[in-house]
């Protein structure tokens, strides 16, 4: 079955970096696109960065262009979200998520706190 784990959260002071991981099992992870999402408290989930698996074309959120990078190990079946000059309004839980058949998947999230 799909699975998604993510790991790398914890709590970084404004302007400092964090990378968060996620480990993809159950699917042919080469070719499939990946997503990385956010949810603060009391405010939506949001798509923060996406790579896709033809040519590893990337997308940002407006919020994090600059500061974010994604790219994926075809080889270890992961995808990093490296996360640069942090602020405080990227406090959330991160998700790690794919779509196979029409259907989204997602992992377990990981805290990320951006706090002085």
């Known amino acids: 079955q799909v699975q998604l784990a993510e790991s790398g959260g914890g709590l970084v002071q404004p302007g400092g970096s964090l990378t968060l991981s996620c480990a993809a099992s159950g699917f042919t992870f080469r070719g499939a696109g990946m997503n990385w999402y956010r949810q603060a408290p009391g405010k939506e989930r949001e798509l923060v960065a996406r790579i896709f698996g033809t040519w590893n074309v990337t997308n940002y959120a407006d919020s994090v262009k600059g500061r974010f990078t994604i790219s994926r190990d075809n080889v270890k079946d992961t995808v990093t979200l490296q996360m640069n000059s942090l602020k405080e309004e990227d406090t959330a839980v991160y998700y790690c998520?794919?779509?196979?058949?029409?259907?989204?998947?997602w992992g377990q999230g990981t805290q990320v706190t951006v706090s002085s």
């Open positions: 998520q794919t779509r196979i058949g029409g259907r989204a998947y």
